[in-house]
C-alpha cells in the first residue's frame, strides 16, 4: 500500500496529486502552489518520490556488463549500463541495443508481476530510447511517410476552468503519453503543438509496415488517453475529455529546417491531409485517409467516413475510421497460388507426417513478397480440423517480449488484442482449466505472467524457465488429444526469449505430434538464423528447408489472367512479367496498380501517372525498407549508383561519389542489392531486382537528380574519353536527364550518325 492509500486526504485532492506526481515526461517535477498544498496534507507520505518508478529503481552495476551478456535473457543487467551503451552505441547497433533495454525492463515486468502502475513506468524508460536506427536524416529526399496528428480536443476551454500549473499538468502529461505511444512503434515526433502532436513514421528510415505502425500508435493513443480521462474527471471534475487523431500516407519530401537546432520535417499533401484529417475526426476516433486504409484493409476494421471537404484542398479527400485490428489477418480475394507444386508436395508432406503422430521442422525462407505467408495459409486451409494449429508473428518494432507465443496463446483462447483483462482472465481459467484439470494451479500463474494478467501464485512465476515449461506443459497438452502446428511467422525479426522457448518447441517437436513452422528472410546474424542453425544441426532428421525462387515467366501469366482478367493485351502482361521478375507480391502490385490506372507503358519501363509516384505505395514502402536498413555508407550510395543505371560500372561510381566505395558497395552486396556482374574488363554490378532500382531512384529529388546525372555523364567522358563512341547514347540519356539538352542532342546525333 502506498502512502497516497495510507493518508486522509479527501478523494478529489488525492487524485489531482496523482496526475502531479507523474512528472511531465521530462524529468522535470511539476511543483506549484496546488502541489505543495497537497503534499503538505500528507503527513505520512515521506517516500512518495520512491513510490514514482518502484520496480525499476536499481543501484548502479560497479562494473558494465560484457555485451555478449547483454544480448541474452539470462542475467540481469542494470537498467543504468543499458542506458550509457544507448548513449554511446557502437555503429550500427543502436537499434540492437534498444532492444536489449526493452527485452531487459521486460525481465523485470515477468519478475515483479504485470500491474498497472509498472506498465506506465515501463513506458517512461522506453519513452528515453533513441530513435530506432542509427541512419542520419539525410539533406533532402522524396520518400513514403505515413504521418499522424493527434491532439486534445477543446485544450483551449481548459485555461478558463483551470490554474497555469494544472493545465500544464494535465495538457503536458497528455501529450507525453501520446509520444510515447509513437515511439513504442518505432515512430518519430516531429513536433509538438501545445496540445497536441506531429509524428512521422518512415522518418529517417522507412518500414514496410510503417501504416500499420501508425494505426496502431494511434490505436494505443485513444486507449492511453480514454484511461487518462478518468484521472482528469476525478481530479477536476473534466467530463469528455479526449483526443482526435488523423493518419494519412503518402510521398513527402524529407530534409532538414530549422537554424540553430535543425529538425527533419516531411512536407507534402500527405502531411497536409492528415492534419486536415485529425481536425475533421470526431473525439476519440482516429480518420484515417484512403491510401493508408486500402493498405490496412486486410489486418483493420475500418467505417467508411465516405469523401470529406478539407480546407485548403480543392478535391474532397476520401476517409474512413479506424475502427481496431481484426482478429485474424483477411485472406479475401487472395489470388490463388501458382507455380508452388513443388513447394505445396513439400508442405504436405510434413503435414502427413504430422497426422500420422511424427514431430516435423519447415523452415520457408524467402526474400519479402516471395509468398511465405500465402503458403502458410494454404496450409493451414488444407490441415483443417486435423489439427490444432497455433500461430504468431514476430514485429519489427519488438513488441512485447516472446509476443508471437504470446499471440498464439491468445488466439487459442479466442481472446483479441486489447481485450479487458478480466476477459482474458476468465477464458484462460475456463480453457486451461479444462485442458489441465487438476494441475490447472501448478501451470496457470506462469502462463499469466506471459499473458500479463494478473494470476495469484508463487513469487518465480514469472522465471524465464518457469513460463518456458508451463508453455510446454500446454503444448504437450494440447498434443495428446491431436496434433499441433505452431506456425510462427518472420523470425528473422525474433527477440532472444522467443528464440530460446522456439528451441524448446523444436525439442518439444521429438517427442510429441507437433510440427514448427517457421518463415524468415535470409538475415545472418539475426535470432531466426540462430533458430535455423539449431533445427538443421539438432534436428535436421525432422527438418525440412524450402527455399522459396522466383516464379517462372508462366506462372507469372497465370497470376496475372486471375487478377487481369481480360482487361489487358499480350503486350502489356509481358511488360507486367518483366517488371515484377517472379516476385508474386510484386506481380499482384503491380497489376492492381495498372487496373486502378497508376501504370501506363512508355517504351520498356513501368511509372506511375496518377502521382509522381514511381512504384505502387505497397511496394515503395517495402523496398525503400531495405535500403534503409543498410548502414548509413551503403544507404547513401544506392541512389548514386541506381541513377548511373540498373547496371554501373563501379569506376564511375567512385567517380561520382569522389570517395572509396569500397565498404558501402560490400554491404549493398551482403544485402543482395546490388550483385557482381563481371570483373573484367571493367568492374560491373547490377541492382538485383528492377523494381529495387527504381525504389532507390525514387527517393532522389528533382534536383538532386539533376545534380547527380551531370556528374554521371561528365564521369563517363572522363574515364572513357577514348571510347565515347561506345557509350553516346548513355550519355544523351544523362545529360536529358541533368537538363543540358543541347549536349544530350549532340549525343543523340552521334548515336543516330552510328546506327546509320
Request: charged share 25%.
Amino acid at each position: 500500500m502506498t502512502p497516497l492509500q495510507t493518508c486522509e486526504v479527501a478523494p478529489e485532492d488525492r487524485a489531482r496529486l496523482a496526475v502531479f506526481e507523474r512528472g511531465d515526461g521530462r524529468g522535470a517535477p511539476r511543483v506549484g502552489e496546488k502541489q505543495r498544498e497537497l503534499t503538505e496534507r500528507l503527513a505520512g507520505a515521506e517516500n512518495l518520490e520512491q513510490h514514482a518508478v518502484p520496480e525499476l529503481r536499481r543501484k548502479p552495476s560497479r562494473e558494465p556488463a560484457p555485451r555478449d551478456q547483454m544480448e541474452r535473457l539470462g542475467g540481469v543487467v542494470p537498467v543504468e549500463d543499458d542506458l550509457a551503451l544507448l548513449e554511446r552505441p557502437p555503429a550500427g547497433d543502436r537499434e540492437q541495443l534498444a532492444h536489449v533495454l526493452g527485452r531487459k525492463i521486460g525481465e523485470q515486468r515477468r519478475v515483479h508481476g504485470p500491474s498497472l502502475r509498472h506498465e506506465r513506468d515501463i513506458r517512461n524508460v522506453v519513452s528515453i530510447l533513441p530513435p530506432m536506427t542509427d541512419a542520419p536524416i539525410p539533406d533532402d529526399e522524396v520518400r513514403p511517410v505515413t504521418v499522424l496528428f493527434a491532439d486534445i480536443v477543446g485544450s483551449t476551454a481548459l485555461g478558463e476552468r483551470l490554474q497555469p500549473d494544472e493545465v500544464k499538468a494535465l495538457v503536458g502529461e497528455c501529450v507525453t503519453m501520446m509520444s510515447r505511444a509513437v515511439e513504442e512503434y518505432g515512430g518519430m515526433v516531429q513536433a509538438y503543438a501545445g496540445d497536441g502532436i506531429c509524428a512521422y513514421f518512415g522518418v529517417p528510415a522507412a518500414h514496410d509496415d510503417d501504416p500499420e505502425r501508425a494505426a496502431r500508435s494511434g490505436l494505443r493513443i485513444l486507449e492511453l488517453v480514454a484511461e487518462y480521462a478518468h484521472d482528469v474527471e476525478a481530479a477536476w471534475g473534466l467530463a469528455d475529455f479526449a483526443v482526435r487523431v488523423g493518419i494519412n500516407t503518402g510521398q513527402a519530401a524529407v530534409g532538414q529546417v530549422g537554424a540553430a537546432e535543425p529538425g527533419a520535417v516531411a512536407l507534402g499533401d500527405a502531411t497536409n491531409v492528415a492534419a486536415r484529417l485529425q481536425s475533421l475526426a470526431e473525439p476519440g476516433t482516429i480518420a484515417v485517409g484512403d491510401a493508408t486504409a486500402r493498405r490496412l484493409s486486410h489486418r483493420f476494421v475500418f467505417e467508411a467516413l465516405g469523401e470529406l471537404e478539407v480546407k485548403g484542398r480543392k478535391a474532397p479527400v476520401t476517409a474512413s475510421r479506424l475502427v481496431g485490428p481484426r482478429a485474424r489477418a483477411s485472406e479475401e480475394g487472395a489470388t490463388p497460388l501458382a507455380g508452388r507444386d513443388d513447394e505445396m508436395t513439400l508442405l504436405l508432406g510434413a503435414l502427413g507426417d504430422l497426422v500420422a503422430g511424427r514431430g516435423r521442422i519447415v523452415l520457408l525462407l524467402g526474400d519479402p513478397g516471395m509468398g511465405k505467408t500465402r503458403l502458410v495459409g494454404e496450409l493451414r486451409a488444407l490441415a483443417g480440423d486435423r489439427v490444432t494449429w497455433l500461430e504468431g508473428n514476430c514485429l519489427s518494432y519488438g513488441g512485447l517480449t516472446a509476443w508471437p507465443f504470446v499471440e498464439a496463446l491468445l488466439g487459442w483462447l479466442g481472446s483479441e488484442i486489447g481485450e479487458p483483462e478480466i476477459a482474458v482472465r476468465t477464458k484462460a481459467r475456463a480453457r486451461l482449466g479444462a485442458l489441465f484439470g487438476n494441475d490447472l494451479e501448478r501451470e496457470l500463474p506462469a502462463l499469466g505472467r506471459l499473458l500479463r494478467i494478473r494470476i495469484d501464485g508463487p513469487d518465480d512465476a514469472g522465471d524465464p524457465d518457469q513460463i518456458r515449461e508451463a508453455y510446454i506443459h500446454w503444448l504437450e497438452a494440447l498434443a495428446r488429444e491431436r496434433p499441433v502446428v505452431v506456425a510462427l511467422e518472420d523470425v528473422h525479426w525474433a527477440d532472444p526469449a522467443t528464440r530460446e522457448l522456439a528451441e524448446a518447441v523444436l525439442d518439444l517437436a521429438e517427442r510429441a505430434p507437433v510440427a514448427v513452422i517457421l518463415t524468415a528472410e535470409h538475415a545472418p546474424g539475426s535470432e531466426g538464423a540462430m533458430l535455423r542453425l539449431r533445427a538443421l544441426g539438432d534436428h535436421g532428421h525432422r527438418t525440412t528447408e524450402i527455399s522459396l525462387n522466383p516464379l517462372s515467366d508462366q506462372a507469372t501469366e497465370e497470376m496475372l489472367s486471375v487478377i487481369l482478367g481480360s482487361e489487358v493485351d499480350a503486350v502489356m502482361r509481358m511488360g507486367l512479367v518483366r517488371e515484377a521478375e517472379g516476385n508474386p507480391l510484386y506481380v499482384e502490385e503491380l497489376a492492381r496498380a495498372l487496373l486502378e490506372g497508376g501504370l501506363e507503358p512508355r517504351g520498356r519501363t513501368w511509372t506511375v501517372t496518377v502521382r509522381a509516384d514511381l512504384l505502387p505505395p505497397a511496394l515503395e514502402n517495402l523496398l525503400v525498407a531495405r535500403i534503409d536498413r543498410l548502414p548509413v555508407g551503403a544507404r547513401q550510395l544506392a541512389p548514386t549508383a541506381a541513377a548511373i543505371g540498373r547496371t554501373f560500372p563501379v569506376a564511375v561510381l567512385e567517380n561520382v561519389a569522389e570517395a572509396d566505395v569500397g565498404d558501402g558497395l560490400t554491404a549493398l552486396l551482403r544485402a543482395e542489392i546490388v550483385r557482381e556482374v563481371r570483373r573484367y574488363p571493367v568492374f560491373e554490378c547490377s541492382f538485383t531486382h528492377g523494381l529495387l532500382h527504381d525504389a532507390a531512384l525514387s527517393t532522389l529529388t528533382p534536383t538532386r537528380k539533376r545534380e547527380l546525372y551531370a556528374r554521371i555523364a561528365a564521369a563517363f567522358e572522363s574515364l572513357y574519353a577514348d571510347s565515347l563512341d561506345d557509350h553516346v547514347e548513355r550519355l544523351a540519356h544523362y545529360y536529358a536527364q541533368a537538363g543540358d539538352l543541347r549536349r544530350a542532342f549532340e549525343y543523340a546525333e552521334r548515336a543516330r550518325a552510328g546506327t546509320g
